[in-house]
């Protein structure tokens, strides 16, 4: 079985640029997370969908994020314009339903770097 | 609010030692809780769970043991290999419903000298 694959691994970016992450779930999951972990840190919630539906997305800054996750599969997570303190990693990850959202299976992330 | 607090590392020992990251949590109600690992260049990965009091996980040599009244789920593990080097999170969920989410603690590093 697949697991959660993420595009790209790595990004460097000047600040003010656009950056996108992509980002195909296990198969069959239809809870799609996506998390920022900063350096030393664990991973943060940014958004939660079920299906097509963000149905957490409290934690995103909707100033400069965005995300979709048009027909329920695969997803996308954009940045613009990309600030300093947006470096971090991004992880992806998905679940069976929300009712399971402690068996979460996480992609390697995208390691992002603004300078 | 919830919270995980896990003992800072890098922990480093030799292989063969025996193994104990420390796991404290705060949290309403009665919340499941994970161990998750992070493997070099990978992603996380669920290492093993308890989902009430006086539950034991274990997984891979690794065992965690729910203690609701020390609000604790330290990980152990007899003896360590190398293999085991990787970052460990301590983790909980609140519920179990549609609008639970997983709180992470900060990581604990470990480092296997052969």
């Known amino acids: 079985e697949a697991g959660v694959v993420q595009s790209p691994r790595y990004k460097i970016i000047e600040k003010k640029q656009p950056v996108a992450f992509w980002c195909n779930p296990i198969?069959?999951?239809?809870?799609l997370y996506w998390y920022r972990q900063n350096l030393g840190q664990g991973p943060e919630l940014l958004i939660r969908?079920?299906?097509?539906?963000?149905?957490?997305d409290s934690q995103l800054p909707k100033d400069r994020f965005s995300a979709e996750r048009l027909k329920g599969v695969d997803s996308t997570l954009k940045i613009q314009p990309a600030e300093l303190g947006d470096s971090a990693v991004y992880l992806c990850a998905s679940s069976f339903s929300s009712g399971r959202a402690g068996e979460q299976y996480f992609g390697p992330g995208t390691r992002l770097t603004v300078t | 609010g919830n919270s995980v607090t896990q003992m800072e590392g890098p922990v480093t020992l030799s292989e063969e030692a025996f193994l104990t990251i420390n796991c404290t949590y705060t949290a309403t109600g009665y919340p499941s809780l994970f161990w998750y690992v992070q493997y070099p260049g990978e992603g996380l990965q669920l290492l093993l769970k308890a989902t009430k009091a006086d539950d034991k996980g274990s997984n891979k040599g690794f065992e965690a043991t729910y203690r609701k009244e020390t609000t604790s789920f330290h990980l152990e593990k007899g003896s360590v290999q190398v293999s085991d080097s990787a970052v460990y999170f301590c983790?909980?969920?609140?519920?179990?419903?549609?609008?639970?989410?997983?709180?992470f603690g900060s990581g604990t590093r470990l480092s296997i000298r052969p």
């Open positions: 983790a909980l969920i609140t519920s179990r419903s549609s609008a639970s989410k997983i709180i």
């Open positions: 969908y079920e299906n097509e539906e963000a149905v957490d």
């Open positions: 198969s069959g999951h239809n809870t």
